[in-house]
């Protein structure tokens, strides 16, 4: 039987605080709006919090480069403010757990100032620096956020490894320094601090290929160094000495995110023997995105018999040997209803309640992302100064400016399709100006559907989105099947259900999602129909249900003991 612990029986929320309530109308979301609703999600019902980047930072990418890895951002206010943010939510029962960004640095970093100054600095080997190649780059990997992954560095004429944007120069790990730096740090924030985990950005990022070799080009500019970088030959070694020296010292909860993770890499990222993390994040299901168009961009959607093969597969393989997180969306991702569902006025709420549904209800710890619990939408961007996000801007330089291999009207698509800012639209908490998130002037623009969607018409609708995953929070919390039931798929070829079963000790729940606006057959619960004995319904976003069919969107729970 599954080893029980309680980020097993846990629901997460992510909070992004740049856009999660400002309280002092700079435009900024801040660490004592944050505090201010803790209530709100008390009344949600989650269990923990994870909270994107809170750290000093010069907000090249939105805190995910990291200037101090021991003060707060200044937008976001002070340590005394986290202080008291940390000891609220701990007194509401709710626990905090830190994103943790260790695959580099922001280029202000003292280590990084220290680092560039001289080849015999002693901070020189915290960052990885290469001579040139021919007077050129020492190989053609291009950055996640386009352009070369070298920038030149005249001060010492070499170059140095941005994965990410060349204000996030990438950390040498295979320096033992950095580990006993890092190490020390996340020992001070769980043990001086006392935090509850860590969401560890591209953990799976750390170890590099140190023969650095070509990659292959697929976008016509550039090579691809994921083969290079993810899951590299020392990433292992390195979260084992991790969890010695830190995660094994605290009662805390840790989720990788690691991209490019294969089932295999997971079962050691995340094995039950918990030698290394309690979960990775897997982005096989969000990385189908239908017809490419160029790089990561598209503006299709992924077909739900390719999408169940993936969710399937993850829920069948990681049984008794790891754990599963589950999430439609995140601060890199499009809002899951507009992109999974359908955000027309006559089927948002009905589609979204169904997705909440279908995740809530696998096997594995759910992320719910800010907003999703009300049902935002993704926003429409009308041109390029309406964008904030360092990928979208990076993207139309290259892509648009630089060399004409998209029109301006197909980028714009794709950020309406696929752009990081979608997630990042202030959360929509009344109908007042600016949806109640700043007095001021938002740093990105509110979506304008705020008038019927926010919070406060949630809260008073007892049909709402809000109060369906306060349920499905509940009864997760209730039924152990829930959360540790094994899961067998169900109409695995159907295009337009999407069906499941879990079990435990001789409890079985059916799970079955309509993921189209047609009614559709199904016989699955015909059985109960007629015998109702011994079968309850756990959740529904209808109210009444059709022999033999379901409606539109309709998604129904039944447990049977
Ligand atoms: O994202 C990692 C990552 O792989 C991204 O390239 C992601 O795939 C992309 O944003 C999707 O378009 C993490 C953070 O979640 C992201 O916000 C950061 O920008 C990035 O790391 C660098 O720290
Ligand atoms: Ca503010």
């Known amino acids: 039987a599954e080893k029980k612990t309680w980020w097993k029986e846990a629901v997460v929320y992510q909070i992004y605080p740049r856009s999660f309530s400002d309280s002092n109308g700079d435009g900024i979301g801040d660490l004592k709006g944050i505090t201010a609703h803790l209530p709100y999600l008390k009344k949600l019902g989650v269990d923990v919090i994870w909270l994107s980047p809170i750290y000093r930072s010069p907000n090249d990418d939105n805190g995910y480069d990291i200037s101090d890895y021991r003060n707060i951002m200044t937008d976001f206010g002070t340590m005394e ?95 033992p320094k950095v580990r006993d730096e890092v190490f020390d740090m996340m020992n001070w924030w769980c043990g001086e601090k006392g935090i509850d985990g860590f969401r560890m950005d591209v953990i799976s990022m750390i170890s590099k290929v140190q023969s650095f070799p070509d990659g292959k080009v697929t976008d016509g500019l550039y090579g691809d160094l994921s083969p290079y970088v993810c899951n590299g030959p020392r990433v292992h070694e390195y979260l084992k000495e991790m969890n010695r020296r830190v995660l094994s010292q605290h009662d805390i909860m840790t989720v990788g995110e690691a991209a490019g993770v294969t089932i295999d890499e997971a079962k050691k990222y995340a094995s ?61 991702q499009p809002r899951a209803v507009s992109r999974f569902g359908n955000d027309s006025p006559q089927y948002r709420v009905v589609s979204a309640k169904m997705l909440a549904t279908c995740l809530h209800m696998m096997k594995g710890t759910p992320y719910i992302y800010q907003g999703e619990e009300i ?128 079990h435990l000790d001789g409890r079985t729940v059916t799970v079955a999602c309509n993921w189209t606006d047609q009614t559709q057959p199904c016989s699955l619960f015909d059985a109960f129909g007629k015998n109702p004995v011994g079968a309850q319904e756990l959740i529904s976003n209808y109210s009444s249900h059709k022999a033999g069919a379901l409606q539109p969107y309709e998604a129904r729970v039944l447990l049977e003991e």
């Open 375 to 502: 049902g935002m939408t993704n926003m429409h961007f009308s041109s390029l100064k309406d964008c904030r996000d360092i990928e979208e801007i990076n993207a139309w330089k290259q892509y648009v400016e630089d060399t004409n291999i998209v029109s301006p009207e197909t980028m714009l698509s794709c950020f309406d399709a696929y752009g990081r800012d979608n997630a990042r639209t202030p959360m929509q908490w009344d109908d007042s100006e600016n949806a109640g998130f700043t007095t001021g002037t938002p740093w990105l623009a509110v979506n304008p559907n705020y008038r019927e969607i926010n919070c406060r018409a949630a809260l008073a609708d007892p049909d709402s989105i809000f109060y369906y995953y306060q349920k499905l929070i509940r009864l997760r919390h209730e039924n152990p099947v829930i959360v540790y039931g094994v899961f067998e798929p169900l109409l695995e070829d159907s295009d337009s259900i999407y069906a499941y079963r879990r």
């Open 81 to 175: 403010d986290f202080d008291e943010m940390l000891s609220t939510a701990h007194s509401l029962g709710l626990r905090i757990v830190m994103d943790l960004v260790v695959n580099h640095t922001s280029d202000e970093h003292p280590w990084f100032v220290e680092s560039r100054k001289s080849k015999d600095n002693p901070y020189r080997d915290f960052y990885i620096w290469k001579d040139p190649k021919g007077g050129k780059e020492p190989n053609n990997w291009g950055s996640c956020f386009s352009g070369s992954a070298w920038q030149f560095d005249e001060a010492t004429g070499q170059y140095y490894l941005h994965c990410f944007s060349k204000k996030q120069p990438d950390l040498n790990w295979e320096n």
């Open 272 to 332: 039950s023997s918990g030698d290394e993390l309690n979960m990775v994040f897997e982005f096989e299901h969000v990385d189908l995105k239908g017809k490419p168009i160029v790089g990561k961009w598209s503006t299709g959607r992924c077909s739900l018999k390719e999408l169940r093969a993936v969710l399937n597969k993850w829920q069948l393989e990681l049984e008794g040997s790891a754990w599963n997180s589950l999430f439609w969306d995140n601060h890199d």
